[in-house]
């Protein structure tokens, strides 16, 4: 069966200082992978999207950035923060048109 | 830009109860649609697909309408464990990907 594993589940970091969070897929190849911010009471917004390894696109300009080094890792990173990054941060995978996505357990996000 | 509109309730509703809500959707060539369950603080969790025919599921059913471009989610029987934020999301993968609804919330009072 296919598992999605997010990590660290919460994080405090500092204005300025750098992120990164990982996400990795087990059990399929080659899936679609998303990363999702998600502010307090506010729906779920799409930051990145990549459909193979390399390939990203963005969704809203910031500065925050996202890599696929390998088919099934997917990574969101940041120079440096700033305070209006701070939310709940989801990555996701799913195989495509007309398919379910399947969700981390997602990284809450506070900068201070 | 495509866009999922919801109701955001809250919903109160008390135990026993039945509820249903709608979602509409923009793009009218979209094909493939779900319901999310999101609790506090947690990762939002594929509920059910909604197909064409509609479909149920023990005490949800989901309907599709294609001509008036909404689905629907009915929750009969409801129990405080419904409590949740339901998510409408319509997947037209690639560049699209996942639109998401901002949910609707849910609360069962007993």
């Known amino acids: 069966s296919q598992t999605i594993h997010q990590w660290p589940a919460t994080l405090v970091q500092p204005v300025g200082s750098p992120l990164s969070l990982e996400c990795t897929v087990e059990g399929t190849s080659n899936p679609n992978l998303y990363w999702y911010r998600q502010a307090a009471g506010r729906g779920l917004q799409l930051l990145f999207y990549s459909v193979g390894i390399g390939q990203i696109s963005s969704e809203v300009p910031q500065n925050l950035s996202a890599s696929r080094p390998q088919d099934r890792q997917f990574i969101l990173s940041s120079k440096k923060l700033l305070l209006s990054d701070s939310g709940f941060y989801l990555c996701a995978w799913d195989r495509g048109f007309n398919t379910e996505a399947f969700f981390g357990q997602g990284t809450r996000l506070t900068v201070v | 830009r495509k866009e999922v509109e919801q109701d955001p309730g809250p919903f109160n509703v008390p135990e026993g109860a039945t509820v249903a809500f709608n979602c509409t959707y923009s793009n009218s060539a979209s094909q493939s649609f779900f319901w999310y369950r999101q609790d506090c603080r947690k990762e939002p969790k594929l509920l059910m697909s909604?197909?064409?025919s509609g479909n149920e599921d023990g005490r949800f059913t989901a309907q599709l309408n294609r001509a008036s471009q909404y689905i629907s989610l009915l929750i009969r029987d409801s129990k405080l464990s419904d409590s949740a934020t339901y998510l409408c999301v319509v997947n037209e993968g690639g560049a699209d990907g996942l639109t998401f609804g901002k949910g609707t919330h849910l609360i069962i009072q007993p």
């Open positions: 909604v197909y064409s």
